[in-house]
């Protein structure tokens, strides 16, 4: 139960403001990612899988832990681009790779956001967007979701800059029919239009098909939650050649491996592994549905989430008590106690019997706060 | 003999300039990797190590290739800051780890240079310095080495914007004592000074052990090279608390997580092997001196390099023709055509007999070429 972050950060342990800090380093405000605690406890606080990687992509690590790690991987990836390719029969010259999907969005901010036109994205959704906008000194046009956090494309029509959306939406977990993505991007033709579709697998649809017949859309995913390789590290994003070279070309003047050898190994055998990607994921989908039934029995209302998580809120009971009584619990949930989503927690699926467990404290904690 | 890549970096396949890219991807100046050829040739091009990794960290690998690399690795990689701290009677809070020491240099870059304040760099160094310049719109004051290639310290007393040296030189291999870079330092109270020590390991002496004395000094340095775990993709940074506080801004509006799961166990293992690591670099020294030797025997005359690389010219032979020819045999060093170094030839040191093999073929060229 204790963190390893304590003095992590550095910024925690230095107060205030470096002389030695570049304007860049003093505005920077940094993404605060969900605590890593160790220990004894039931993880749902980052969206992970709870199902380990393919056996394939372990043995395919363990033939690739040698000698020949005193090498410099391929710079290019070459082999996770063509796997990658294959899943939506494109080549490997509309696809490029990361070291996360966060190193992939870092790039295509800097790729294809400007300086003097604000980028657009949603006021609800991933908190790394603003924090990106900030380091990189591109404006933002943030745009209100609707009271049920659904997003209307329109809002993203016409965008002085460009486009992000993260699809499904995070933490809310709706998810844009790809229709409404195709609009977004036929209505921003001389813009880029970036779809963050880090939770498609989980009941959504990928627009990566799409990015021939839009040369100015980049769908970006992860490697992280379906094909259960958080630990080790790659992104992927989909798009026009063009878009793809403007991602190298940010990416070779920072840094020309950004991908390691075993993190190549791993990535190449997940995706050529969909079978079991698909078995995972139909389970996680299964179990939060029952999760959910489950849920709404004890009160909570949630959105229709199409991702690896729920979104939900309680009627009575205050999201800051549920995620404090949680986490005495062993329980690690996320909560963001921004003002539109203070009253909501957004609760990884995980295993059924940790969900069971989950959903037994969630009945004593209401009952106890009903009381 | 074939490379990977004939369509990598997007930018040869796309001619010309994309109108959805920003003006940091126009403007981008990639820089350009050694090749990585594949099959059987001698690669003595990417200064990479001729001999594995420490058997412990293949056996620290083997034990983490589990169920757990569905997890996200720790983003302070706090084992690998606390191992490199005791190399040098550090504390954690004085290292950072990033992927590949390519990754902390950029950066360091953001963090410490300034966009109205120019940096200062020779003219004959690491030639991505430069890069990260451009990409970060930091003014560069350029100073020419000597005619020797040799740094003269006093050039970067009170420079403007900060100051970034490699020491050991690349690609001189030239080595500038710590008094040196205490000096620089010194003369530079209100600028961070960034040494970046990627080959300091083969005849060189840390300056990390300074830190502590100067709060502006950064001290880069990789385990790519003397930890011969370039296919892993790890850097550190020593510094004050004040510095390393200031990149974990910049990583943190970048990439939560840059330092994967196999890479953080890989960099601890090699960091507590320090043997087998003094070890290896013996060998590689000994081997250089007795591959100097032959090279003076043929006529080549070079620098005094303390890295793992010999930098040579030949008075007859053109250095373009030697390239071009080992190439033809099989053997990939490095060239780099710029005006002042366009006479030289960087040859990364192998094992003995690789670098038999390289100077008969030398031998061989030189007869070829003096007949």
Known sequence: MTSTLNWCAGTRKVRGV?????????????????????????????????????????????????????????????????????????????????????????????????????????????????????????????VPVAADFSIDPEDYFHSPGGVILANPNAPTGLFMPVEAVAAVAAHNPSRVVVVDEAYVDFGGCSAAPLVREYPNLLVVQTLSKSRALAGLRVGLAFGS???????????????????????????????????????????IVQTRMEFMHRLNELGFRGTDSKANFVFVTHPVVAAADIYAELKERGIYVRYFPAPRTADYLRITIGTPAEMDTVAAALAEIIKLYSA
Do not use: M
Not at 56 to 68: I, M, T, Y
Not at 105 to 128: E, G, K, N
Not at 247 to 271: H, P, Q, W
């Open 18 to 142: 470096s002389k030695y800090w570049s304007e860049a380093a003093r505005q920077a405000a940094p993404y605060i990612p969900g605590d890593q605690p160790q220990g004894k406890v039931i993880k749902l606080n980052t969206n992970e899988n709870p199902y380990p990687p393919s056996p394939k992509v372990l043995a395919a690590l363990r033939d690739e832990v040698g000698a020949q790690l005193r090498r410099y991987p391929d710079p290019t990836a070459a082999q996770v681009r063509t796997a990658a390719a294959e899943l939506y029969s494109l080549s490997p010259e509309e696809v490029f790779v990361g070291n996360g999907s966060d190193e992939v969005l870092a790039f295509a901010f800097q790729a294809f956001f400007h300086r003097d036109l604000p980028v657009r994205f949603p006021d609800i959704t991933y908190s790394f967007y603003p924090v990106y906008a900030q380091l990189y000194q591109i404006p933002a046009e943030i």
């Open 241 to 283: 050649p063009e878009l793809i070279a403007g991602l190298d070309r940010i990416k070779g003047s920072f840094n020309s491996y950004t991908v390691d050898r075993l993190a190549i190994t791993a990535a190449e055998a997940a995706l050529r592994d969909e079978e079991y990607t698909r078995t995972v994921c139909a389970q």
